[in-house]
RNA sequence: UCCUGAGUAGCUCAAUGGCAGAGCAUUCGGCUGUUAACCGAAGGGUUGUAGGUUCGAGUCCUACCUCAGGAGCCA
């Protein structure tokens, strides 16, 4: 803006003295802070200006005695996120609503909100439509900023798995020439004259590095064009990949788990007080992260169904063959085991099956569908861990998954639904690794072939059995922090009705 | 794409077919321990848009627009 009063030097050179997350440790100090006015409540010749900085808030204090009249008419004369320097001792005070409180000795405004135009998130409710018009300054409240940490700390955990287990960064490109797995809907644009599209996935490309360098990953954006319009759907979201050649589908679970145990417990580690600002029950992450012996199944149905298939959890030969290969993929697994429990798509369709005759779920399940929706919410309520489900039809799945040689009807696939009815977080599966086969799914499938020469190489050229995963960042946020929508999980979140600001 | 619901003051919401209302925010006044402070006063409206029914429509009908969350699909 133009109006910004002139600063004195020492202000822009010099660093704040202290953040307000720091401020325990400076009680006695005269500190200056640097941010914006929260709220202010007064009481006669008192103020109570709250203070925020980006790292928390702090109660200032201004009795009209203790400063000179032009500082005291100075803080009076604030406005909500109004940007200032302020001089202070730091005290403890139990009336103080985080404990601590600022005796102001100065206050420079940076810059003064205009009364005339007031700003507008007020500390009262407002509605999502509204918030979202206004994410920019949403971004701001104590809640969002808690919630924009952990994303941080969630998306680093990720990275920091596999770059300390071996893995290899190679991202794949974004703009792609045809549909990666030709279902979903991309969005389409101009390539100098060409339909190029906005990726849907990186995983085509992660297995060809996968062949190149043993184990990979990927991380970046990700775009579908489906007209989605649920507290799940992003058109715009993150995703981390992981690929991994000579890994089977158990390795790829036992890596999902091993996966999530460490982001959980980074979250834990570091964000105790992120997750009571946003009033997240702990304990529900703590039960994710504790020994399986301390898991609770919350369903009788499990136990009954667990013995009904024995065969359909055992792994196949060829996993047995690869099972070196196996612990290697999922290095540190065993470590942190909590043994996410893990039901072949007949036991959870049994399990569906009774609870649709308790009444429990209100449409019943058939035989063969893909889980629905209610499906996958009713399942993941009976466990207190993520639940994972794998070896669906093969009719339901994609056309590069491997088929179970106990039972080719069946894909080598696994989804992960995270706890309380937040819905899968991961999807992944063991690849087909036979060039016939392959060729003939992607006919089967009426995908052009010549799209996929370059895919049908890796198997040309030195096939082994390989497996990956991709789990969705802002589901995995939602969960992990509790929010009913995917759209606080995100800065700036994309959706079928928003592209504003 | 389908189903359901909602659009009234800057914000959150009231208003049997019969005078357009409240709280918060803003402005003014009061208060030396406030906790989304409180108390008093003031300003603030083309009821999403366009038609229709009616003596009279925020309210009923039709179409459209915008948004929400559920299905499908997915992470």
Same mark, same amino acid.
């Not at 392959?438 to 890796?458: M, N, V």
């Given at each position: 803006m133009s109006n910004l009063p002139e600063l004195e030097p020492k202000s822009v050179t010099n660093p704040p003295v202290a953040t307000i997350a720091s401020l325990?440790a400076h009680?006695g100090d005269t500190v200056t802070l640097r941010g914006w006015l929260y709220?202010?409540?007064?009481?006669?010749?008192?103020?109570?200006p709250?203070f925020r900085d980006g790292t928390g808030t702090i109660?200032g204090?201004?009795?009209?005695?203790?400063v000179s009249?032009e500082v005291?008419?100075r803080v009076?004369s604030l406005?909500?996120e109004s940007s200032i320097i302020v001089t202070g001792r730091v005290?403890?005070?139990?009336?103080?609503?985080?404990?601590?409180?600022l005796d102001v000795e100065n206050l420079e405004i940076v810059q003064l909100v205009? &009364?005339?135009?007031?700003?507008?998130?007020?500390?009262?409710?407002?509605?999502?439509?509204?918030?979202?018009?206004?994410?920019?300054?949403?971004?701001r409240?104590?809640?969002?900023s808690?919630?924009?940490?952990?994303?941080?700390?969630?998306?680093?955990?990720?990275?920091?798995?596999?770059?300390?287990?071996?893995?290899?960064?190679?991202?794949?490109?974004?703009?792609?020439?045809?549909?990666?797995?030709?279902?979903?809907?991309?969005? *389409?644009?101009?390539?100098?004259?060409?339909?190029?599209?906005?990726?849907?996935? !990186?995983?085509? =490309?992660?297995?060809?590095?996968?062949?190149?360098? !043993?184990?990979?990953?990927?991380?970046?954006?990700?775009?579908?064009?489906?007209?989605?319009?649920?507290?799940?759907?992003?058109?715009?979201?993150?995703?981390?990949?992981?690929?991994?050649?000579?890994?089977?589908?158990?390795?790829?679970?036992?890596?999902?788990?091993?996966?999530?145990?460490?982001?959980?417990?980074?979250?834990?580690?570091?964000?105790?007080?992120?997750?009571?600002?946003?009033?997240?029950?702990?304990?529900?992450?703590?039960?994710?992260? +504790?020994?399986?012996?301390?898991?609770?199944?919350?369903? *009788?149905?499990?136990?009954?169904?667990?013995?009904?298939?024995?065969?359909?959890?055992?792994?196949?030969?060829?996993?047995?063959?690869?099972?070196?290969?196996?612990?290697?993929?999922?290095? !540190?697994?065993?470590?942190?085991?909590?043994?996410?429990?893990?039901?072949?798509?007949?036991?959870?369709?049994?399990?569906?099956?009774?609870?649709?005759?308790?009444?429990?779920?209100? +449409?019943?399940?058939? =035989?063969?569908?893909?889980?629905?929706?209610?499906?996958?919410?009713?399942?993941?309520?009976?466990?207190?861990?993520?639940?994972?489900?794998?070896?669906?039809?093969?009719?339901?799945? +994609?056309?590069?998954?491997?088929?179970?040689?106990?039972?080719?009807?069946?894909?080598?696939?696994?989804?992960?639904?995270?706890?309380?009815? =937040? !819905?899968?977080?991961?999807?992944?599966?063991?690849?087909?690794?036979?060039?016939?086969?392959?060729?003939?799914?992607?006919?089967?499938?009426?995908?052009?072939?010549?799209?996929? &020469?370059? =895919?049908?190489?890796?198997?040309?050229?030195?096939?082994?059995?390989?497996?990956?995963?991709?789990?969705?960042?802002?589901?995995?946020?939602?969960?992990?922090?509790?929010?009913?929508?995917?759209? &606080?999980?995100?800065?700036?979140?994309?959706?079928?009705?928003?592209?504003?600001?």
């Open positions: 325990a009680v709220n202010i409540r007064s009481s006669g010749k008192l103020l109570f709250s109660q204090i201004v009795p009209k005695a203790a009249e005291f008419e009076k406005t909500q005290r403890a005070d139990a009336r103080a609503p985080s404990g601590f409180e205009p &009364e005339s135009a007031p700003y507008p998130i007020t500390p009262k409710e407002h509605g999502t439509d509204f918030l979202m018009e206004h994410r920019h300054l949403w971004v409240t104590p809640r969002q808690s919630i924009l940490r952990i994303r941080a700390t969630i998306m680093r955990a990720a990275q920091e798995y596999f770059d300390t287990n071996g893995f290899v960064r190679t991202d794949p490109p974004i703009l792609t020439p045809a549909a990666c797995e030709g279902t979903s809907t991309l969005f *389409e644009l101009d390539y100098f004259g060409d339909p190029a599209f906005l990726t849907q996935s !990186g995983q085509l =490309y992660m297995e060809a590095t996968a062949l190149a360098l !043993g184990k990979v990953y990927s991380f970046g954006p990700t775009f579908r064009a489906e007209k989605s319009k649920t507290r799940r759907h992003l058109t715009e979201f993150w995703m981390i990949e992981p690929e991994v050649a000579f890994m089977d589908l158990e390795g790829d679970m036992d890596l999902a788990e091993a996966f999530l145990i460490h982001i959980v417990s980074r979250v834990l580690e570091l964000h105790r007080a992120d997750l009571n600002v946003i009033g997240r029950d702990i304990a529900k992450l703590e039960a994710v992260i +504790a020994p399986s012996n301390q898991s609770v199944i919350l369903s *009788e149905a499990t136990a009954g169904s667990e013995s009904k298939d024995p065969d359909a959890s055992k792994p196949s030969d060829t996993a047995q063959s690869l099972s070196a290969a196996k612990v290697e993929g999922a290095e !540190g697994a065993s470590a942190a085991r909590s043994a996410f429990p893990r039901l072949s798509y007949d036991e959870a369709h049994a399990m569906l099956e009774s609870a649709f005759k308790d009444g429990k779920l209100e +449409a019943p399940h058939i =035989y063969g569908d893909d889980l629905g929706s209610p499906d996958e919410t009713y399942l993941s309520s009976q466990f207190d861990k993520p639940v994972m489900i794998h070896r669906y039809p093969a009719a339901s799945k +994609a056309f590069y998954m491997q088929p179970d040689p106990l039972d080719p009807t069946k894909a080598l696939c696994v989804d992960v639904l995270a706890p309380e009815g =937040y !819905g899968e977080i991961i999807g992944g599966s063991q690849r087909v690794d036979s060039y016939d086969l392959l060729k003939a799914r992607i006919l089967e499938h009426g995908l052009p072939l010549s799209a996929f &020469e370059w =895919y049908l190489d890796l198997r040309r050229y030195g096939s082994v059995p390989h497996s990956g995963f991709g789990m969705g960042i802002e589901r995995a946020v939602a969960w992990i922090c509790g929010l009913d929508h995917v759209r &606080e999980t995100i800065p700036f979140a994309r959706t079928l009705n928003r592209i504003y600001p």
